[in-house]
């Protein structure tokens, strides 16, 4: 069975358009009903990777947000909004990311519910907040990035949010090659399953996402579907890359999940084809992937080994948050005399702290064939 996306051009955050273009590509799929029920309780996950303004694009713009929110109040819904952003000291920390991203001001004006994911419970080997389970049904609103290590930030990966507090650096510790990496991703989708994803593409991040060290641009797009497989894909063709090129689609189609070939996707609204990016930057790591797609697989793991990234800090943009020191899963980074040190022998290139750096203070610290390359 063919999966549904639709694609509507919007260029604009401004309500007046928004709202209405919004409602359009719900509406190319059934309607709003057709995949929530009246008067249920709804559980909003935004991307609100870490505490900068709306106006970066890193994170889901809060007048996105909005629009999904009047959508659902317009057939009787209790709405809540949540998710776990890369911080992880006391709740009143997450509040600090919803008052900065504008998700606090959006809940009070539609008299929504905020919520902190400090509950949680086991689900086989990894933990997810408990608010999870507890909502009718889960909205998910990804932005459109990339992604250093995932190469995309999109429908799937958004849905690592509901990994609560620190168990997310275990996951990067023991799952550190993107492979595994995006079979805990796959794990994670198939326990939530969210009843309707609808990707912020309005205004996002290309080059080395998802956060400050990546470069913000307008799309211009909404892009909404129920199977997450099928909307990254749709996202992958819109990057100008193939949907196999993203390490959750190779995964889900190991799986049979979903749907990333593109005879088996519908896309309604937009044709896919204006709506491809050309010159649409991709990360400097996603080159291994190019590796491994285009040679022959001896060739491909030698260059692999000599094809190295790590990330390097920039002391004069450094400021010390620490912000680097509390998310690196290997704990190898530290304050020595004023600077950040980095223990490269332990370091396994996920690049959580380039993720969470508000700074954009840790570049890339090239192997020698990268630099030959001019990569």
Do not use: W
Request: net charge positive; proline share 5%.
């Amino acid at each position: 069975m063919k999966s549904q996306v639709s694609i509507i051009k919007c260029p604009t955050y401004n309500q007046a358009e928004l709202f209405p273009k919004v409602k359009e590509a719900i509406e190319l799929l059934g309607g709003i009903s057709a995949f929530v029920k009246p008067r249920s309780k709804v559980l909003i996950k935004p991307n609100l990777l870490l505490e900068v303004k709306p106006e970066t694009s890193i994170t889901t713009h809060p007048e996105f947000v909005r629009a999904i929110v009047r959508i659902l109040k317009g057939i009787d819904c209790r709405v809540s909004l949540g998710d776990s952003p890369s911080v992880f000291g006391d709740l009143k920390d997450v509040f600090k990311v919803y008052e900065c991203t504008g998700m606090k001001r959006i809940a009070e004006e539609e008299a929504i519910t905020l919520i902190g994911f400090n509950k949680s419970f086991k689900q086989d080997y990894f933990i997810l907040a408990e608010s999870s389970k507890e909502y009718d049904y889960m909205v998910n609103l990804p932005k459109f990035k990339t992604h250093e290590y995932m190469i995309l930030t999109g429908a799937v990966k958004n849905l690592f949010g509901l990994i609560p507090g620190t168990f997310k650096l275990e996951c990067h510790k023991n799952f550190h090659q993107p492979e595994r990496f995006a079979k805990v991703l796959l794990d994670v989708y198939q326990a939530v399953r969210p009843a309707l994803t609808i990707v912020d593409g309005i205004s996002g991040i290309e080059g080395n996402g998802p956060a400050t060290s990546g470069t913000k641009r307008d799309f211009g797009l909404i892009v909404a579907g129920v199977d997450c497989v099928a909307i990254d894909s749709v996202l992958a063709r819109i990057m100008n890359i193939k949907a196999q090129y993203v390490y959750t689609n190779k995964e889900a189609a190991k799986r049979n999940l979903g749907n990333l070939a593109m005879e088996d996707i519908e896309v309604k609204g937009e044709g896919l084809s204006s709506c491809v990016i050309r010159d649409f930057k991709l990360p400097h790591t996603s080159l291994k992937q190019t590796i491994r797609n285009k040679l022959p697989q001896p060739v491909a793991n030698m260059l692999k080994r000599m094809l190295t990234f790590h990330p390097q800090i920039d002391s004069d943009a450094c400021r010390l948050c620490e912000a680097c020191v509390k998310n690196c899963p290997q704990k190898i980074m530290s304050n020595k005399n004023g600077k950040i040190a980095i223990d490269y022998s332990q370091c396994i290139s996920c690049f959580c702290c380039r993720e969470v750096c508000p700074y954009a203070a840790i570049g890339i610290k090239k192997s020698l064939l990268a630099k030959m390359l001019g990569i």
